[in-house]
Every structure is written in C-alpha cells, then in structure tokens.
T-cell receptor
Framework: DTEVTQTPKHLVMGMTNKKSLKCEQH?????MYWYKQKAKKPPELMFV???????INESVPSRFSPECPNSSLLNLHLHALQPEDSALYLC????????????????FGPGTRLTVL | GDSVTQMEGPVTLSEEAFLTINCTYT??????LFWYVQYPGEGLQLLLK?????DKGSNKGFEATYRKETTSFHLEKGSVQVSDSAVYFC???????????FGSGTKLNVKP
C-alpha cells in the first residue's frame, strides 16, 4: 500500500480562524513532508519530519505550525493566515535512514485545497 | 547548488503521437531522478524513477533513461492518449544535501 491520505480535501477559512490539516500514512515511512503548491508552479518544501522530529523548516512563517504526533500522522495547524496563503497543501512521506538522512522516493497525498478569505 | 530544468510547456499533441519531455539536471553528487505526474485537481503521483547512471525507469508506457554524460532524464512515450493530459514534473533527490528538487513542470495536452 503506497497511499498517503489527507483531510480535508477542501478548506475555506477566514483570516482569524484556526484550522488544521491532517496527513496519514501506513507505509512505515519515518520521514514526512509538507509542501505548498501555487497554481502552475512546482511544490515548495515547507517542513520535514524525520523520526517524528522536525528536521527541516524552510523559513516558513509562524502562522503555519507543524506537528507530528506519531510516526503515521502529520498535522499542519493554521492560524491568522493571509489570502496569499491560499494554495494546494501536499503531504508526502518517504523512508528515512537510521542516521535520519532522507532517502529516495517521496509518496504524495492528494492534497488539501485551501482558500483564505 | 543542485537544480532541475524542464522544457517549457504547454506541449500539445494529437492522440497516438510520440512524446518527449526534456529534463536536464545539475548535481554535485550522485542523485536519484524521478518523474511525477499531476492530473488536474490532484496530488503528485510517482510515474517512474532511476537511481543510478544508465538505469531506465518505466511505467504505463512511459520511459526515461538516466544519462550521466549528458545530465539528462528525458521522458518518452511512444503513443500518448487523451488520459495522459497532465502536468509532468522532473525531480532530483540529492543525498549529499538531503534535498529534493522539482523542475518547473511541463503541461501536456493531448487532443483526440
């Protein structure tokens, strides 16, 4: 099973709302990723978790707060977002070596389409 | 730093035409190379990959060969279908820098 699931599929929120995106995988992968994708652009890396610890934060604003409660789950908490944060948010997972180095193929979920009003 | 360069789209073909989407890369180490496909309104799906020089990845009639001498990983398909209409991303995984790089994407439109 090479499936990564994401909920919700669509989300509309106001700039004062607090919401969360959820990602789940059961492939035994120990690295999980959040990407942001604007229309007609490639995905941009936001965060990487390796063995449930945050290993990469690509200078993402603090209004995005990631959380990895266990090896299968990854959340992205959203607060006080701006309209320019509207995008497709993609979760991915991959194997992670014992040293924590990220290896090889990333498997992506279907994404959450976020609209900030 | 590492990078991936793809041909600009959109690429418009008639059904059953031959497809080539060019991808070249720069990397200091020995990267793995990937093609991902994104259908409208969906996430990315792994199409094929190659992990070392001269490897050929293949899936669903698509092929790409890892050419170290030309630093290329061009995607080919002998006969495209309307259902192949999507955006195709070339990508590189660099173990040296613990990074994953995407190309800018190439949109393919296949007409009946």
């Amino acid at each position: 099973d090479t499936e990564v699931t994401q909920t919700p599929k669509h989300l509309v929120m106001g700039m004062t709302n607090k919401k969360s995106l959820k990602c789940e995988q059961h492939m035994g992968h120990r690295a999980m990723y959040w990407y942001k994708q604007k229309a007609k652009k490639p995905p941009e890396l936001m965060f990487v978790y390796s063995y449930e610890k945050l290993s990469i934060n690509e200078s993402v604003p603090s209004r995005f707060s990631p959380e990895c409660p266990n090896s299968s789950l990854l959340n992205l908490h959203l607060h006080a977002l701006q309209p320019e944060d509207s995008a497709l948010y993609l979760c991915a997972s991959s194997t992670s070596g014992t040293s924590g180095r990220l290896t090889d193929t990333q498997y992506f979920g279907p994404g959450t389409r976020l609209t900030v009003l | 730093g590492d990078s991936v360069t793809q041909m600009e789209g959109p690429v418009t073909l008639s059904e059953e035409a031959f497809l080539t989407i060019n991808c070249t890369y720069t990397a200091t180490g020995y990267p793995s190379l990937f093609w991902y496909v994104q259908y409208p309104g969906e996430g990315l799906q792994l199409l094929l990959k190659a992990t070392k020089a001269d490897d050929k990845g293949s899936n669903k009639g698509f092929e790409a060969t890892y050419r170290k001498e030309t630093t290329s990983f061009h995607l080919e398909k002998g006969s495209v279908q309307v259902s192949d209409s999507a955006v195709y991303f070339c990508a590189l995984s660099d173990q040296s820098f613990n990074k994953f790089y995407f190309g800018s994407g190439t949109k393919l439109n296949v007409k009946p």
